[in-house]
């Protein structure tokens, strides 16, 4: 699939996804026109409503053709923020997404739902690479494919990160990247992971921006 038909199923998503007719909770005509033109900031909340509110997506849309302003032109990390927002719908209604095309027509598979599993990395205390995190509570993965959200610790900046998952012997098992963004004060990133293949166990999450150093956090992967 190119990039333009990920965008289109992302886009049709949002536009039906989340019906929402009587309008709860709803910005005012001028906050929306303000989302529509950017004049609003990227990480401004509003987004995180018109993320779950079809009928607000299309009013901003529809503004957006009014002047020329569409997807493509957002600025990087709102169109991130925007598919990750999708995405985690399509996950959190647990079955597959179909927009049907009427009656004569089979419905058009938009995305694939997958398990959602949440890490909270902030009541962790981050350790440096020569030192050994210190958990309040813990941290689990399951050995499947599922798209994982990490919440990284409090000031951790945007950006694109290193993520490997080692062993006890400190090997790496798993390695990838991803951008983190900026959503309601809380710095995250979500990321689909495989760990079908890896043997259940004690491993070490190895978080890693540049320039700054590793930092580790104890995942059990069951």
Request: a neutral charge; aromatic letters at 6%.
């Amino acid at each position: 699939m190119s990039r333009d038909d990920d965008n289109k199923s992302i886009e049709n998503i949002l536009l039906h996804a989340s019906p929402n007719p009587e309008r709860r909770g709803c910005p005012c005509r001028e906050e929306l026109i303000g989302l529509a033109l950017r004049v609003r900031e990227a990480d401004d909340p509003l987004w995180a409503h018109v993320s779950k509110c079809s009928a607000c997506y299309a009013d901003v849309r529809e503004l957006q053709r009014k002047h020329d302003v569409g997807p493509e032109r957002a600025p990087n990390r709102l169109w991130i923020w925007l598919a990750a927002a999708a995405a985690l719908f399509v996950v959190s209604g647990g079955a597959w997404y179909f927009v049907s095309k009427g009656s004569q027509n089979p419905p058009v598979i938009l995305a694939r739902a997958v398990p959602s599993t949440v890490l909270d990395l902030r009541p962790f205390a981050v350790a440096r690479s020569e030192e050994s995190a210190r958990p309040v509570g813990s941290l689990s993965l399951g050995r499947k494919v599922q798209n994982v959200v990490l919440v990284l610790p409090v000031a951790s900046a945007e950006g694109q990160y290193s993520l490997r998952l080692l062993d006890v012997d400190l090997t790496p098992r798993l390695s990838t990247s991803a951008e983190a963004i900026l959503v309601n004060g809380d710095t995250s990133i979500t990321k689909e992971l495989d760990l079908a293949a890896l043997p259940a166990g004690r491993y070490t999450l190895a978080i890693k921006r540049d320039p700054e150093d590793w930092r580790l956090f104890p995942v059990e992967v069951r």
